[in-house]
């Protein structure tokens, strides 16, 4: 059978995500997420090693003859001013990786995820018995910014740990908390981070024919790109381009000499991919020139998340699990997300097939309200500041999704089997 949580372990993990929560670390800064959790290994009798990527950390514990399935959590919040008006929300300030300082928050519930895999770790750690095999509990920093799987990869994840057969991960969404939602292939959107810098000239505001004014000219780049899905992506294709960060001058009175913007792209396939990045980079260009720009804009690419894919076969098998385990009406297929994740390198680095998954996180009450009212697109999202999930009983799917779909690879039981 796969085991329950019981009530202390459920309050234990409480405390601790309210921690977690009230102590939210940016991408690749995890030090003290890292400790929590690499502690938590030790006393579950993983062997642990740290440190990997920079702050990842991971468990391993062999319990005879089977697979090795590989449970991935990420560890990282977002440069976000916490709005949640909740008792643990965040107050932690930092500086992100442009060195701008600000609030820091877990506005994606990467801490649920924590509390999630070491929940997990803790019940395949106490219940051996009901279980064969080698499992791998993989705590990842810097997701956010797209850092963290390629640090650990880079840093020798492959030769560092036993070769898995199955790697899953899994994500809280604003769908009704417990919920399970699941999909076969793409599962989510490729995305691209660039920053542009568009150069002109600085003079006084008051002369502007004396200046090649960069402010005009990142507006004029800004509204030309809003053509780029409209006009040139197929109806039955689908692209996200969104301009996050348009930066420039300070006052009133003084021309700047530049201007940035930092932009991001989703796609489902890399032909649109291609398409819509080129379109960006022929914008910009021609923008910048129209302007008479003394000098080409510079495009600096941030980060990149692959396609997240499901394997179709895995998928199909850790689906009937989650079926059986928590009935169908808990259990939905779900559509593309536009969101993304570098999740996909874990099981790339390997050449294995990897699962990822969606976890509801919203009080089923609210969301039944909103979906009443037709307001569900109100609701909280991921990266909002007022987005975080129900406790419970986000904690318990959580943890019983993970340890349902290694089941499935360990041979244990569901309960509806
Ligand atoms: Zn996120
Ligand atoms: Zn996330």
């Known amino acids: 059978m796969i085991p329950t949580p019981s009530d202390s372990l459920l309050a234990e993990l409480e405390d601790i995500y309210k921690d977690l929560h009230a102590n939210p670390e940016l991408s690749m800064q995890e030090q003290r997420t890292a400790g929590v959790a690499g502690a938590w290994l030790e006393r579950c009798g993983y062997e642990v090693t740290a440190g990997i990527g920079r702050t990842g950390v991971v468990g391993v514990l062999r319990n005879g003859d089977g697979a090795t399935v590989l449970l991935r959590a990420d560890m990282d919040a977002l440069p976000v001013t916490e709005a949640t008006g909740l008792a643990y929300a965040s ?33 395949l750690a106490e219940n051996k018995d009901a279980w064969r095999g080698t499992v791998i509990a993989l705590f990842q920093p810097g997701e956010e910014t797209g850092e963290g799987a390629h640090a650990m990869i880079a840093d020798g994840l492959v030769q560092r740990l036993p070769r898995p057969d199955i790697v899953f991960g899994q994500h809280v969404v604003p769908a009704p908390a417990g919920v399970i939602g699941w999909r076969a292939g793409t599962v989510m959107a490729a995305s691209d981070s660039w920053e542009v810098t568009l150069f002109g000239r600085g003079a006084h505001g008051s002369m502007p024919q004396k200046s090649i004014d960069p402010v005009v000219m990142a507006a004029a780049t800004v509204m030309r790109l809003q053509g780029v899905v409209s006009r040139e992506v197929a109806m039955s294709d689908a692209a996200v381009v969104s301009v996050g960060a348009l930066q420039a001058g300070s006052t009133e009175n003084v021309i700047p000499d530049h201007a940035l913007l930092r932009l991001n792209v989703r796609s489902f396939n890399a032909e649109v991919r291609a398409r819509v990045l080129a379109a960006i980079r022929r914008i910009v260009a021609a923008e910048a ?118 089941g499935a690879w360990f041979g244990m039981e569901t309960s509806g089997s």
């Open 91 to 123: 107050h932690a300030t930092g500086v992100d990786r442009f060195g701008a300082k600000g609030g820091v928050a877990h506005a994606c519930g990467h801490d649920m995820h924590v509390a999630w895999l070491m929940g997990a770790a803790r019940l």
């Open 289 to 406: 020139a129209a302007s008479g720009a003394p000098k080409p804009p510079d495009i600096t690419v941030l980060g990149e998340h692959p396609l997240t894919r499901n394997d179709a076969a895995a998928t199909d098998k850790v689906r009937q699990a989650f079926e059986r385990q928590f009935g169908q009406d808990r259990v939905q297929q779900v559509e593309p997300s536009s969101a993304s994740e570098d999740f996909g390198l874990l099981g790339a680095a390997w050449g294995v097939p990897s699962v990822f998954w969606f976890v509801g996180g919203t009080d089923p009450d609210r969301f039944t309200a909103a979906m009443a009212a037709g307001t569900v697109d109100e609701l909280p999202v991921n990266h909002a500041p007022d987005f975080a999930p129900v406790i419970h009983p986000t904690m318990n799917a959580g943890i019983t999704a993970m340890l349902t779909a290694a």
